[in-house]
């Protein structure tokens, strides 16, 4: 799970989740080297599977299109990127607009999945206003794109079971939280797991918490 590279990004105090493009790449080099040595396959975030990894982006930054993409797409890795639609149709233009997610939408290798239509926490809602909510994310992003959105990650990570449901009555059919780890295939498709990657890691890190071995993961599993 990445956010921004290049760009500060919002309430981002620690500074951990806004990453320079020269970090972004050398991570890239080394996640594609781990999975070329460890036979993990690279693949969209819909089609992931337990022997795979997959390059998800939250909040929908403008560098999505003009930094990742054009890094990724020359190498031929897929990625997917969850966009808040209120921050696509408003002004603040560290954001995409709706014509530039589109045009990155029909680049090879990225899809597109929503965010939140304010992008605010859904359990702080009630469950008929986090149900709007989510709908109208879905509706604005899908008219953007001009073809149907079925995945979503939760805004901040934040879901019960209440939304987990509004989201899945909506339409969404695969989402994902921000509770790290791994997932099998049994793992709830509405409560898929990631991994941070942050400003700062270093190689090392890079490699333990692709492959597993990063210490945090033991003591949150």
Not at 40 to 63: K, L, Q, R, W
Not at 101 to 115: D, K, N, R, S, W
Not at 180 to 209: Q, Y
Request: glycine share 8%.
């Amino acid at each position: 799970m990445y956010h921004s590279v290049g760009n500060q990004v919002d309430g981002d105090i620690n500074g951990i989740y806004t990453m320079s493009n020269s970090q972004f790449a050398q991570q890239v080099e080394i996640i594609q080297q781990l999975a070329n040595e460890n036979n993990i396959a690279i693949v969209p975030f819909a089609a992931a599977h337990e022997n795979s990894v997959s390059f998800t982006f939250d909040d929908g930054y403008i560098d999505a299109l003009t930094i990742v993409a054009p890094l990724l797409c020359s190498k031929g890795i897929p990625f997917h990127v969850f966009v808040s639609s209120a921050r696509m149709n408003g002004t603040d233009r560290k954001y995409m607009s709706g014509s530039q997610v589109a045009e990155l939408a029909a680049m090879p290798g990225a899809t597109i999945g929503c965010h939140g239509a304010e992008h605010q926490s859904l359990t702080s809602l009630s469950i008929t206003e986090a149900t709007s909510d989510l709908r109208a994310s879905k509706i604005s992003v899908q008219a953007a794109v001009q073809h149907t959105i079925d995945t979503m990650s939760y805004p901040y990570g934040h879901v019960n079971e209440a939304v987990r449901a509004a989201a899945e009555q909506v339409g969404f059919t695969q989402a994902a939280c921000s509770k790290w780890g791994f997932n099998t295939k049994e793992t709830d498709h509405m409560m898929l797991k990631r991994i941070d990657m942050w400003a700062g890691d270093n190689p090392s890190t890079v490699r333990d918490k692709v492959l597993g071995y990063w210490n945090w993961f033991g003591l949150l599993s």
